[in-house]
């Protein structure tokens, strides 16, 4: 055998060594437990999933219900899974015969210079017009089939899938966004409201501490000194109070924006006041491995890995011989001028069969470029799961001081109040003045207030607590998809 040959099939067996697989990432690293939480118990699968139940608000829970219908971010979203579920479609139509109806008719004229030769055969078929006109048509149903020999299709349509489902978490997680934003910015609202309450009760105080002021002024037993501080007092709380009335607007309208509803929506519904709602049972973290079947950000990163992945292989069985074969059945018609007219019905079968080794270099660098977008993919999931697992670090150091810092600010408030209580005896016994007793007041209002912010830290780190443990969804909905006999990208995702 000579040289020329053998560069063929060397050529070939050289390609084709190279297809046998895509590059394979190593399995994420997780702890084994939580650094925050030491012995922490198993999530509760069922509180986790609708989370926002657990604050036992009625209208906290309307909210986040309407606002995941309604968001414009979760409705792209959708639109973005309709999109790869047609792709998924248009990757499946690969695998699947492929038929057409084309049809064609010619007509072509001959200019005719001689004549026919006397008694020759052909005498009576050759017109006499100087220019002979020559039809043509066929009509016919043909089916084309490139055989997927090597699974390069298939591997196409798999990484369909995997987008699809990518963009399915993706959905939730939009979704958990919203819910997230909106318990947040509800929680805000109600810590704002109850500001503005206490802020209007330290406001009378203030100008009750100034009247007094000015009537001791008056006595000769204080200075003017006295009575501009108090009044300034008045003047700052007053000013606070027009501050804090933009920032409720501002929480009211960033609401109607969440919910896609018209500015003042949430006014209305939300004027009257009520108190900041505190998720009374305790929040149970599980552990880290947890979140790879919980949180649909790092399921939408591992399934966009799984595509990548695959569409690194289909890259490098595109390097594998071609194989299709046709078919056709259809009627056929020729015409000589007015001389000879004919039809006849035809079938015919046929192969095609492609090796690319003069386009090797245009496949060789497709092939580098896969491997590079899923190298992209892996570092992107990686970066997706560190992020993760701070987040819930995060969330529990400070659910943790949170708790503690509550406490603290209520026993202060507790005291602030008992000593209100104890200067009020003390007045009605005439034991003390009423400057005394205001001063306590002035003291238990902020007391309440610290207390008020307390409890509205806390409220929100529960909520970001909630969302970092992937609560808001149960994974089973993952599963549910138009391609349930794919391999679910969650299986490729956990070590």
């Known amino acids: 055998m000579t040289a020329k040959a053998l560069a063929a099939p060397l050529l070939l067996a050289l390609a084709l060594s190279a297809c046998s697989s895509a590059p394979q990432h190593a399995d994420p690293q997780l702890p084994e437990g939580w650094f925050s939480a ?17 604050f036992d608000d009625p209208q906290l829970t309307a909210l986040v219900s309407r606002a995941m219908q309604q968001n414009h971010d979760v409705r792209l979203a959708m639109a973005r899974v309709t999109a790869a579920r047609a792709q998924l479609r248009q990757s499946r139509a690969g695998l699947l015969p492929s038929f057409d109806l084309p049809g064609s008719a010619s007509r072509q004229w ?71 934003n909106t318990a947040q910015g509800y929680l805000q609202l109600r810590a704002l409201q109850g500001q503005r309450a206490l802020l209007v009760e330290g406001i009378e105080v203030a100008r009750e501490l100034e009247r007094i002021a000015g009537l001791l002024f008056h006595a000769g037993e204080v200075t003017r000194l006295d009575v501009e501080a108090t009044s300034a007092e008045r003047a700052s709380l007053e000013a606070d109070l027009d501050e804090l009335d933009i920032h409720l607007a501002e929480a009211q309208l960033a609401l109607d924006t969440l919910l896609a509803e018209p500015p003042g929506s949430t006014a209305a519904r939300l004027a009257a006041s009520a108190p900041v709602p505190l998720a009374e049972q305790r929040i149970a973290p599980g552990q880290p491995v947890d979140l790879l079947r919980r949180r649909p950000d790092l399921i939408a990163e591992a399934a966009r890995l799984d595509a990548a992945e695959l569409q690194s292989l289909a890259a490098r069985r595109d390097l594998f011989p071609k194989l299709a074969v046709q078919a056709a059945v259809g009627r056929s018609g020729f015409a000589l001028g007015d001389a000879i007219s004919s039809a006849s019905k035809f079938a015919r079968v046929g192969a095609t069969f492609g090796l690319p080794l003069l386009d090797y270099p245009r496949r060789g660098a497709a092939i580098d470029l896969a491997d590079a977008e899923g190298e992209t993919a ?20 400070r659910m943790a001081g949170q708790q503690r810092r ?48 307390g409890r509205t830290a806390l409220a929100t780190a529960q909520v970001a607590l909630y969302v970092a443990l992937g609560g808001g969804w149960q994974a089973e909905a993952a599963e549910t998809s138009d391609t349930p006999s794919e391999a679910s990208a969650l299986e490729r995702s956990q070590p």
């Open 38 to 54: 030491a012995g922490a118990q198993a999530a509760d699968a069922e509180t986790l999933a609708a989370w926002w139940h657990q």
């Open 406 to 453: 509550h406490t603290s600010l209520s026993r202060t408030r507790e005291h602030r109040e008992r000593a209100h209580r104890l200067a009020q005896r003390s007045y009605e016994l005439g034991e003390a003045n009423l400057s005394e007793v205001l001063d306590a007041q002035r003291g238990a209002l902020q007391a309440r207030q610290r207390a008020l912010e």
């Open 378 to 397: 892996y570092v992107a999931f990686e970066q997706a799961l560190t992020r993760a697992l701070e987040e819930v670090e995060r969330g529990l150091t």
């Open 110 to 180: 001959v200019e005719n210079d001689q004549d026919a030769e006397p008694g020759s055969p052909l005498a009576d078929f050759i017109p006499d017009d100087d220019v002979i006109s020559v039809d043509t048509w066929e009509l016919a149903l043909q089916a084309t089939w490139e055989l997927d020999l090597f699974g390069a299709t298939r591997a196409r349509r798999d990484s369909a899938a995997r987008q699809l489902r990518s963009a399915e978490a993706q959905t939730v997680a939009a979704r958990l966004a919203v819910a997230s």
